[in-house]
């Protein structure tokens, strides 16, 4: 079992820049692949960013290319979102999420396992 946690949403200005974290439990999280999803108000949950178990393979989805980067520190069980140049589309819930299956990065919801509560990021024009 996997409990995830994420921090760092907030307000910014559009132009800035948030950083995302996701703490999780358990003793596999290194064995995880984690990713990173967002949803906005009447819209469906979007797949952002994934990593796999040793940060190997990234995986982006297009709209965030170039301006997010997701990163992982197995050591202290935590997965991280860096978002530059936010814009006011960027304004979402978002959800970190693990799946067991390492190896790989995975973009559909029904891949992965266990989600977090999400946080609220608001981009502000």
Same mark, same amino acid.
């Given at each position: ?5 994420? #921090? ?15 703490? @999780?439990?358990?003793?596999?999280? #290194? ?17 952002? @960013?994934?990593? #796999? ?8 989805? !297009? #709209? ?19 978002? !530059? ?41």
């Amino acid at each position: 079992q996997v409990q995830l946690v994420e #921090s760092g949403g907030g307000l910014v200005q559009a132009g800035g820049s948030l950083r995302l974290s996701c703490a @999780a439990s358990g003793r596999t999280f #290194s064995t995880y692949t984690m990713g990173w999803f967002r949803q906005a108000p009447g819209k469906e949950r979007d797949f952002v @960013a994934a990593i #796999s178990w040793a940060g190997g393979l990234l995986y982006y989805a !297009n #709209s965030v290319k170039g301006r997010f980067t997701i990163s992982r520190d197995n050591a202290k069980k935590t997965v991280y979102l860096q978002m !530059n140049s936010l814009k006011p589309e960027d304004t979402a819930v978002y959800y970190c999420a693990a799946v067991g299956k390492g190896y790989g990065c995975y973009d559909p919801l029904y891949e992965y396992d266990y989600w977090g509560q999400g946080t609220q990021v608001t981009v502000s024009s």
